[in-house]
Nanobody, 124 residues
Framework: QVQLVESGGGLMQAGGSLRLSCAASGRGFSSYGMGWIRQAPGGEREIVAA????????YYVDSVKGRFTISRDNAKNALYLQMNSLKPEDTAVYYCARTWDGSMQLVAVEYNYWGQGTQVTVSS
């Protein structure tokens, strides 16, 4: 049984930083691509960042390039998202999710396991 548990969200002023973590349980974490997906109130799910099984390939949506960094530690079954220079438009629920194979995926339907989400709120 795969479980993904996010932590690290909260309230932050614009310009601040947060680090999200995702702890994965179950077999085979190191074999799968992972992603951080966010959903703002009334908005659609958006792939913020994605990473392949080994961490050698990453993707960022244009709005977070240069500010966010996705990383993983396969020895610890952990995924991270370092978020710097936060903006009010980054406010959303952030989900950690796992793909069905080792590559990184750029659409939400390609993720078959999801965490419960962690709220990130950025005030102006």
């Amino acid at each position: 049984q795969v479980q993904l548990v996010e932590s690290g969200g909260g309230l932050m002023q614009a310009g601040g930083s947060l680090r999200l973590s995702c702890a994965a349980s179950g077999r085979g974490f190191s074999s799968y691509g992972m992603g951080w997906i966010r959903q703002a109130p009334g908005g659609e799910r958006e792939i913020v960042a994605a990473i392949n099984w080994s961490g050698t390939n990453t993707y960022y949506v244009d709005s977070v390039k240069g500010r966010f960094t996705i990383s993983r530690d396969n020895a610890k079954n952990a995924l991270y998202l370092q978020m710097n220079s936060l903006k009010p438009e980054d406010t959303a629920v952030y989900y950690c999710a796992r793909t069905w194979d080792g590559s990184m995926q750029l659409v939400a339907v390609e993720y078959n396991y999801w965490g419960q989400g962690t709220q990130v709120t950025v005030s102006s």
